[in-house]
């Protein structure tokens, strides 16, 4: 079923606010391959000259997946999660974040795009991270989702 871009568009996502904690910073960091001790170690991000451990880069990706259906934005639309794709993830950094800070992240979907005749749609969602009034980071998402029977 073809994608209603205007729908998509218009579509309220709610806000999610997260407590950024220091365990889930050094484990991202440890699973990312992230070797430097600034993202595990506290004493060495203060003698970095961070006030607490760093947020990882990519690390906002996983926060939206905190939602009990993180999903739910695209399923709304019609789309069946067994038909899309991971297309593209990009983030831009405004601001550092740390352990210890509580970060608001608002999506909203930007565009939607048919390739391929229809059988393809291509659904562009950014999140606005912010913390207080600080814009922290931008973080754009791609999910491709295929239209069974459009060839």
Same mark, same amino acid.
């Given at each position: 079923?073809?994608?209603?871009?205007?729908?998509?568009?218009? +579509?309220?996502?709610?806000?999610?606010?997260?407590?950024?904690?220091?365990?889930? =910073?050094?484990?991202?960091?440890?699973?990312?391959?992230?070797?430097?001790?600034?993202?595990?170690?506290?004493?060495?991000?203060?003698?970095?000259?961070?006030?607490?451990?760093?947020?990882?880069?990519?690390?906002?990706?996983?926060?939206?997946?905190? +939602?009990?259906?993180?999903?739910?934005?695209?399923?709304? =639309?019609?789309?069946? =999660?067994?038909?899309?794709?991971?297309?593209?993830?990009?983030?831009?950094?405004?601001?550092?974040?740390?352990?210890?800070?509580? =970060?608001?992240? +608002?999506?909203?979907?930007?565009?939607?795009?048919?390739?391929?005749?229809?059988?393809?749609?291509?659904?562009?969602?950014?999140?606005?991270?912010?913390?207080?009034?600080?814009?922290?980071?931008?973080?754009?998402?791609?999910?491709?989702? +295929?239209?069974?029977?459009?060839?």
């Amino acid at each position: 079923m073809p994608i209603d871009a205007a729908q998509a568009m218009a +579509q309220e996502i709610p806000p999610l606010t997260v407590a950024v904690e220091r365990g889930r =910073l050094a484990f991202f960091a440890k699973a990312t391959g992230q070797d430097d001790p600034i993202y595990s170690d506290v004493a060495a991000a203060k003698a970095a000259g961070h006030p607490d451990l760093p947020v990882p880069p990519t690390f906002f990706f996983s926060l939206e997946l905190e +939602q009990s259906d993180p999903f739910a934005w695209i399923t709304s =639309l019609g789309v069946d =999660l067994r038909t899309i794709l991971h297309g593209e993830q990009s983030f831009t950094y405004h601001a550092m974040a740390y352990a210890g800070d509580e =970060l608001v992240l +608002q999506p909203r979907i930007v565009d939607v795009t048919s390739k391929k005749g229809g059988a393809l749609e291509l659904v562009t969602k950014k999140t606005t991270i912010t913390r207080g009034d600080d814009l922290i980071a931008e973080a754009r998402t791609v999910l491709i989702a +295929q239209n069974k029977g459009v060839s």
